[in-house]
Nanobody, 124 residues
Framework: EVQLVESGGGLVQPGGSLGLSCAASGFTFDNYAMGWVRQAPGKGLEWVSRITGGGLLTEDASSVSGRFTISRDNAKNTLYLQMNYLKPEDTAVYYC?????????????????RGQGTQVTVSS
């Protein structure tokens, strides 16, 4: 059974930083691209960032490019998201997602599994 467990969310002031982790189990982690999506209050699901199975290629949404960094440690079956220069509009529930294949396909919201999410609140 695929399990994705996020951690690291919390309350942070604008301009601050926060790091998220996602512990994965139940599948061969380095065989699959992984990513992060988020859902702000009253809004739809938004793709944030994704990374190929080997970790060599990454892609970020324009709204977070230059501020967020996705990475993975395949030896630890863990996905990360380092978030810097956070803004109030980054407030959302952040979900770790698993994709169907090793590489990235056309639709970053076409994932196969999603974790329970972790709340990130950016506020002064």
């Amino acid at each position: 059974e695929v399990q994705l467990v996020e951690s690291g969310g919390g309350l942070v002031q604008p301009g601050g930083s926060l790091g998220l982790s996602c512990a994965a189990s139940g599948f061969t982690f380095d065989n699959y691209a992984m990513g992060w999506v988020r859902q702000a209050p009253g809004k739809g699901l938004e793709w944030v960032s994704r990374i190929t199975g080997g970790g060599l290629l990454t892609e970020d949404a324009s709204s977070v490019s230059g501020r967020f960094t996705i990475s993975r440690d395949n030896a630890k079956n863990t996905l990360y998201l380092q978030m810097n220069y956070l803004k109030p509009e980054d407030t959302a529930v952040y979900y770790c997602v698993k994709y169907k294949i090793f590489m990235m396909d056309d639709d970053p919201l076409r994932y196969t599994n999603r974790g329970q999410g972790t709340q990130v609140t950016v506020s002064s």
